[in-house]
C-alpha cells in the first residue's frame, strides 16, 4: 500500500500524543503520558504493516529493484518520522509542561537531527520512480537498519534493567518517549529487513 493515504493518520496521532503529553506531564501523569505516546506508536505499527503486509505472501509477483528501492524508501521515511516525533515531543513536553529537566533540548535537537539526516538519505537513496537505486545501496541500508534495530533494543534493556520508567526523577517523560521509540524503531527495524529479504529473493533486473 501506498504510504501517502497512511500519513493523515499518522500525522494526528503525532500531533495528539504530543498534545496529550503536554497535559499529562503538566499534571505528572505518567500513566496518562504513556497512553498518549503508545497512541503515536500503535498507529506507525498499523501503517508499517498496511505499508509491508502485501510484500510478505510466498507466492507473490516478482519484483524489480525498482519496487525493492521504493519499499526501502517508505520505511526509511516512517523511521525519520519516528525521530522526528521523538525530538518534537520532547521538546515540547520540557517547553510547555513546566517540567524541568537540564539535558532536554540536547537529547531532543539530537533527535531532531538523526529525523534530518535519515529523512535525507531517503530521498538520496531513491525518488518515487525509483531512480539511484543500486543493490549495493540498498544492502547498506538494510546493514544500517539491522544496526539501528540492536542499537534500539539496548536502549530498551537499558531503560528496563536500570530503572528508568520508574524513576523520580524529571527525565521521567523523556525515559517514555525513549522507550516507545525504541520499540516502534526495533519493530521498523525488523519489518523492513523482512520485506528487503522476501522482495530481495523475488527481485529481477529491469
Given at each position: 500500500?501506498?504510504?501517502?493515504?497512511?500519513?493523515?493518520?499518522?500525522?494526528?496521532?503525532?500531533?495528539?500524543?504530543?498534545?496529550?503529553?503536554?497535559?499529562?506531564?503538566?499534571?505528572?501523569?505518567?500513566f496518562t503520558l504513556a497512553l498518549a505516546v503508545a497512541l503515536f506508536g500503535l498507529q506507525m505499527l498499523f501503517a508499517l504493516?498496511?505499508?509491508?503486509?502485501?510484500?510478505?505472501?510466498?507466492?507473490?509477483?516478482?519484483?524489480?529493484?525498482?519496487?525493492?528501492?521504493?519499499?526501502?524508501?517508505?520505511?526509511?521515511?516512517?523511521a525519520a518520522l519516528v525521530y522526528a516525533w521523538g525530538a518534537a515531543a520532547i521538546l515540547a513536553i520540557y517547553s510547555l509542561s513546566g517540567l524541568n529537566w537540564r539535558h532536554w533540548w540536547q537529547y531532543g535537537a539530537a533527535m531532531a537531527l538523526v529525523a534530518s539526516a535519515v529523512f535525507l538519505y531517503a530521498h538520496l537513496l531513491t525518488?518515487?520512480?525509483?531512480?539511484?537505486?543500486?543493490?549495493?545501496?540498498?544492502?547498506a541500508l538494510m546493514g544500517l537498519t539491522v544496526a539501528q534495530g540492536l542499537a534500539v533494543v539496548g536502549v530498551l534493556i537499558y531503560l528496563i534493567a536500570w530503572g528508568k520508567l520508574a524513576t523520580p526523577r524529571s527525565d521521567w517523560a523523556a525515559n517514555y518517549i525513549f522507550a516507545t521509540g525504541s520499540v516502534?524503531?526495533?519493530?521498523?527495524?525488523?519489518?523492513?529487513?523482512?520485506?528487503?529479504?522476501?522482495?530481495k529473493a523475488r527481485a529481477v533486473a529491469e
Open positions: 500500500m501506498p504510504l501517502k493515504p497512511l500519513l493523515p493518520a499518522l500525522l494526528l496521532a503525532l500531533v495528539m500524543s504530543i498534545v496529550v503529553g503536554v497535559l499529562a506531564a503538566g499534571r505528572n501523569s505518567g504493516v498496511r505499508s509491508n503486509a502485501p510484500f510478505w505472501q510466498n507466492d507473490a509477483a516478482p519484483a524489480h529493484y525498482a519496487i525493492v528501492a521504493l519499499c526501502v524508501r517508505r520505511n526509511t521515511l516512517l525518488d518515487e520512480q525509483g531512480s539511484y537505486r543500486t543493490p549495493r545501496a540498498l544492502n516502534t524503531l526495533a519493530l521498523l527495524s525488523a519489518i523492513s529487513v523482512l520485506t528487503y529479504r522476501r522482495l
